[in-house]
């Protein structure tokens, strides 16, 4: 039941460039939407959300757009940093229950220095 | 910043086994998680809890499951006889309100031989 889904296991860039992480969902009921990255050893730290009344979010380097009727989003950093090479996840939730989140499968990302 | 603790970082019990794992969640959060990753996965929601009392759980979350928050900080998970294939990452998170972002502990990694 992959709800949301992550269809690039791996991505590198150069340091300076833009990195673009991509993801999809297939539920419709889905109204919030969010980041977040993993290092080894670690639990996932939350970068950036954005609501389905938002079409585009922005935080410093990082920036997610929505696309809701092509039910995507995508996540931009720029400039890319070494420092954010890590495991990124997509996540989303919907009006139900406690909004319990679904994940995709993730992203790495290694920023080449 | 505030942050969610996870005790013990790695628990190894042996099948059969009752296991806790110990969580003391951001003080003001009123909503309360646990998800998993097995080893290559992506993260799997467990459950939520809210107002003292479950509000979701997924289909993994089954009758050796249980959550408890025995006082006013800590949040538990136990796993009443493991199995082999209950080796996995195990994290906790909380969220202040709905539609805010969640945040996660570390993990404790738990292998169950």
């Known amino acids: 039941d992959q709800q949301v889904k992550q269809n690039s296991p791996s991505l590198s860039v150069q340091e300076g460039r833009i990195s673009i992480l991509n993801c999809d969902y297939t539920n419709s009921m889905f109204d919030y939407f969010l980041w977040y990255k993993k290092y080894p050893a670690e639990g996932p730290t939350f970068l950036i959300s954005i609501s389905s009344i938002k079409d585009k979010n922005e935080d410093g380097r990082f920036t997610v757009f929505l696309n809701k009727s092509a039910k995507h989003l995508s996540l931009h950093i720029v400039p890319s940093q070494p420092g954010d090479s890590a495991v990124y996840f997509c996540a989303a939730s919907g009006q139900t229950g406690a909004n319990n989140l679904f994940f995709g499968t993730g992203t790495r990302l290694t920023v080449i220095p | 910043e505030p942050e969610v603790t996870q005790t013990p970082s790695h628990q190894v019990t042996q099948m059969g086994q009752e296991v806790i794992l110990r969580c003391v969640p951001i003080s003001n959060h009123l909503y309360f998680y646990w998800y998993r990753q097995i080893l290559g996965q992506k993260v799997e929601f467990l459950v939520s809890?809210?107002?003292?009392?479950?509000?979701?759980k997924s289909e993994i979350f089954d009758d050796q499951f249980s959550v408890e928050r025995p006082d006013g900080s800590n949040f538990t998970l136990k796993i009443r006889s493991t199995k082999l294939e209950d080796s996995a990452m195990y994290f906790c998170?909380?969220?202040?309100?709905?539609?805010?972002?969640?945040?996660f502990g570390n993990g404790t990694r738990l292998t169950v031989t």
């Open positions: 998170a909380s969220r202040g309100g709905t539609n805010s972002p969640l945040h």
């Open positions: 809890f809210y107002n003292n009392e479950i509000s979701e």
